[in-house]
């Protein structure tokens, strides 16, 4: 996928700013910036749901806009800020239904796998019903970080070609998102291509890519270790206003 000199302008405000970079097929980017930079927009515009004001997102060479919203939800897994769920439905008929398109939920066995996944089985299973998967009311009975787990696990069930994360892992302690993301990892594997947005930069370390969005502009491309080693870039000013460390010791 790719963005060619894409604007995105709201009540006469540029948002995005002529960005181009590229997704690689079947790898992780991560695109990472201060807060108000542009990256949930990022998301909405390869999500298409907005469109560009002008320039073009394209998916293997073809304009986005020529894709419907039918084939790219087919193809789309999407974990956003606030997922969101069936309230009226278990905690099971919300992960099964990662397979409706097909006609048919999830069965109890994928949907358990699922959960394990998103290292969400346990927090499911130690709640009254949940000896049953009977929880209902997913929003009130677990809590912020446990809700995204729930729809990581929903989104791993079913993978799809294209899988984006906007702050999905943010509401994690550190070890947990660590596990977390490592499933995404081995579970996607090479099959999808993963696109994750978060301020927490630990989270981005492992990514194949990082596309640093400053003010609506991309600002540096690179990985990791080319990105840090720059000392008067973005991405280093950003590591070292977090107050961490990244852990290579420089
Ligand atoms: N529908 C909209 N109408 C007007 N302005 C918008 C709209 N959506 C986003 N914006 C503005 O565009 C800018 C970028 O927003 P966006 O949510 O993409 O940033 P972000 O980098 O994801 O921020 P954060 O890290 O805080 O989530 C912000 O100034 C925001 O207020």
């Known amino acids: ?33 201060l807060t108000g930079s542009g990256k949930s927009t990022i998301a909405k515009l390869l999500l298409r749901l907005e469109g560009v004001t002008t320039g073009r997102v394209t998916l293997n060479g073809h ?34 239904y990662a397979t409706a398109s097909t006609g048919k939920l999830a069965g109890q066995e994928l949907v358990e796998e699922a959960a394990k996944l998103g290292h969400i089985y346990d927090a499911i299973k130690e709640k009254p019903e949940g000896r049953y998967w009977l929880v209902f009311g997913l929003r009130s009975t677990f809590s912020g970080g446990e809700q995204h787990r729930i729809a990581i696990s929903r989104a791993l069930l079913k993978p799809k070609p294209l899988l984006v994360l906007d702050e999905a892992t943010s509401a994690l302690d550190s070890a947990t998102e660590e596990r977390v993301m490592e499933s995404i990892r081995k579970h996607c594997g090479t099959v999808t291509t993963t696109v994750i947005i978060a301020h927490r930069l630990s989270t981005v370390k492992q990514a194949d890519q990082i596309v640093v969005i400053d003010k609506g502009q991309v600002a540096q491309v690179g990985t990791h270790t080319t990105l840090y080693a720059d000392k008067e870039g973005i991405y280093s000013r950003l590591w070292a206003a977090s107050g961490v460390t990244d852990g290579s010791g420089t």
């Open 1 to 33: 996928m790719a963005f060619e000199d894409v604007h995105w302008t709201r009540q006469g405000v540029p948002i995005l700013r002529g960005l181009s970079f590229t997704i690689p097929a079947n790898q992780v980017t991560a695109i990472v910036g």
């Open 63 to 96: 304009d986005l806009c020529n894709v419907t919203h039918n084939a790219l939800r087919s193809n789309v897994n999407y974990v956003e800020q606030t997922p969101q769920f069936f309230e009226s439905k278990s905690v099971a008929h919300n992960l099964g």
